[in-house]
């Protein structure tokens, strides 16, 4: 080994800094807002100029009558001379755009909005607070009918600002915090892939939180209901803003798009995964349909996520129409027509152009992360496939089965197991087509210690000595209802099945790094977005941390590494032939490829 990349330095990387205690004087005073506090505070106040007013422009009088106005529906501004553009002064714009908005509404939701605009100024009208006050005292059922979610947000802030009462301050103020931190968080979550109705998984990174706090027990925690009912009870004091603060958690309470929401839901499936365990299963039922198949009646197909040249989609379509796959579901990534028109041309292959019109139809905003696109797919497939299908695989365009036929190994599963797992056997890298594959330890039954024979230098930093993914991909059973399917497994009723089987002689070529130009090519995207991201929670560095280290040691560290681990060399296959975790398959993708389609374009 070079004397760049020293065994030493391997076992105590430079990596990350060690625990800090939790009160740590030497964290960072870079603050999030560029000149600090001071900068903040000119924003804010820089918005809070008053109103300018033309002659004759006023806020109507404090003894305006209020029933009369909501009795009065607002018209079109711009058919009306006092109200239509040009505009003469910022008073004059603000009517014109409330009254644009609210058309349709009662006049009193015009007064309620310039009051509120009003009232957000440092200098105001001296009537302004006394005027809200009296809107929501006389005329508050009415304005919880005419004004939407938004407009009552805006008032409950205008009562913590302008609040005549201790109750209508605290209470109005506690829910502007409240409310405002929910569109901040909720707007951030958009940039995940799920929609406001979606929870996450229950899988979570290990990290504290800011601000030395203690993280929600999903199953114990309690702060979710403590802030809505101290709410609640703190608003019964005042009987003007009472009404206004229990119809917004009311409504809050019953959207099934909140954290609030989504909370409950993995609360739910948190206490169903403890019930699971404490009974030892999760058992998803296998339909009566599916339960006498055999080798001649048993129907499988594959489902893929691909953002491939059409070369690399029909070889890996051509290898498994011809391993005996009744359907491929084919998802083009990046759409294409040509294509999708020279695949569709095969009986058995099914494709889905994911573009604009197919998210759309979906009623879903196409996911920034392709996990959570291939998951979608996946899932959408199997759920629709129930009629064709016995079974439906989730692989990859650079994964292709082989071993034990495929259709004889699934019919030998179980009748009641919902989920068949194949395990991955890595393809060891060459200038031409990779023909020996290597396993883990584990696939293997070798101890964890021996893997630093296989790999001398790196065997203890990289689980199995795997690049990608050790877990393999899965079949599912079809027709099984609340099923999701995912990139390594299969939940039901949102918790990982526990019926289910690795069939015996059945495994998935990974051709994860070819060749040498093929691992380069790919490592900066698998780094920031793909599968060497840095979030193992392994005692092994993992792919993240290790690719880290050995760039910041130079590229003939990293070439060493590919050698060790990678690259397909004699004495690499004989150590892992020695403990068994040696396989060697010829795919002659060409042939199968012509046999299948004929010349490619």
């Known amino acids: 080994m070079s004397a760049r990349v020293k065994r030493a330095q391997l076992d105590h990387p430079p990596l990350a800094p060690a625990a800090r205690p939790r009160h740590c004087s030497a964290m960072s005073r870079t603050p999030t807002y560029k000149g600090g506090i001071a900068a903040v505070l000119a924003q804010y106040e820089g918005r809070r100029d008053a109103f300018s007013y033309a002659k004759g422009e006023a806020l109507p009088p404090l003894d305006t009558d209020l029933a009369a106005l909501s009795h009065a529906t607002v018209a079109d501004p711009d058919t009306d001379p006092a109200f239509k553009p040009p505009f003469r002064s910022s008073f004059h714009r603000k009517c014109h755009a409330l009254r644009s908005e609210l058309q349709g509404n009662s006049e009193l939701t015009v007064l309620h909005g310039l009051l509120i605009a ?38 409950i802030t205008t009562f913590g600002d302008h609040g005549t009462t201790t109750t209508q301050r605290s209470v109005g103020l506690a829910l502007t915090t409240f409310f405002g931190m929910m569109k901040l968080y909720e707007s951030e979550r958009l940039h995940s892939g799920l929609t406001p109705d979606k929870p996450y998984t229950l899988d979570k990174v290990r990290a504290p939180l800011p601000m030395e706090m203690d993280a929600y027990s999903l199953t114990n925690g309690g702060l979710d209901v403590n802030m809505i009912g101290r709410l609640w009870q703190e608003a019964e004091d005042d009987p003007v803003i ?51 198949l055999s080798k001649d009646t048993l129907r499988w197909g594959l489902v893929s996520t691909i953002k491939a040249p059409l070369p690399a989609i029909a070889r890996w379509a051509a290898h498994h129409i011809d391993a005996g796959a009744h359907a491929l579901h084919i998802h083009l990534d990046e759409p294409d027509a040509a294509t999708a028109a020279f695949l569709s041309r095969h009986p058995k292959i099914h494709v889905t152009q994911c573009d604009d019109a197919y998210w759309s139809a979906q009623k879903k905003r196409r996911m920034d992360q392709h996990q959570l696109r291939q998951a979608f797919n996946a899932t959408r497939t199997l ?88 877990a393999g991909k899965v079949f599912a059973r079809t027709g099984i209802p609340d099923t999701r399917l995912g990139i390594h497994g299969l939940k039901y009723a949102g918790e990982d099945v526990t019926n289910r ?101």
């Open 501 to 601: 089987a690795k069939p015996a002689g059945l495994y998935l070529a990974h051709f994860h790094a070819p060749s040498w130009e093929h691992f380069r090519a790919h490592l900066d995207f698998r780094r920031e977005r793909g599968s060497y991201r840095a979030r193992s929670e392994r005692p092994e560095l993992g792919q993240g941390e290790l690719f880290t280290f050995l760039l910041g040691e130079g590229e003939d560290a990293l070439r060493e590494f590919f050698d060790e681990v990678v690259a397909d060399s004699p004495k690499l296959r004989a150590r892992l032939d020695a403990h068994g975790m040696l396989l060697t398959h010829d795919f002659d993708f060409d042939a199968t490829t012509r046999r299948v389609f004929g010349e490619l374009p």
């Open 383 to 470: 759920h629709r496939v129930t009629e064709d299908l016995d079974w439906l695989g989730h692989i990859d365009v650079d994964e292709f089965l082989f071993g034990t036929p495929i259709t004889p190994a699934l019919a030998s599963v179980q009748p009641a197991i919902a989920m068949a797992r194949v395990p991955p056997a890595e393809a060891l890298a060459t200038d031409g087509t990779p023909t020996h594959f290597k396993l883990t330890h584990k696939q293997a039954e070798v101890k964890k210690s021996l893997l630093q024979e296989v790999y001398p230098t790196f065997g203890l930093h990289l689980y199995g000595g795997f690049l990608s993914h050790t």
């Open 242 to 292: 009472a009404p206004l603060a229990h119809h917004l958690l009311d409504l809050l309470i019953h959207d099934d798009r909140t954290l609030f929401r989504r909370l409950m839901t993995m609360r739910a499936r948190k206490q169903r995964q403890i019930d699971a365990k404490a009974h030892g299963a999760n058992i998803a039922p296998v339909p009566a349909d599916r339960l006498n």
């Open 118 to 155: 009003h009232l957000r100024k440092r200098t105001f009208p001296d009537h302004a607070p006394a005027l809200f006050q009296r809107l929501w005292a006389e005329q508050g059922d009415h304005l919880l009918t005419q004004l939407d979610q938004r407009w009552l947000v805006s008032a």
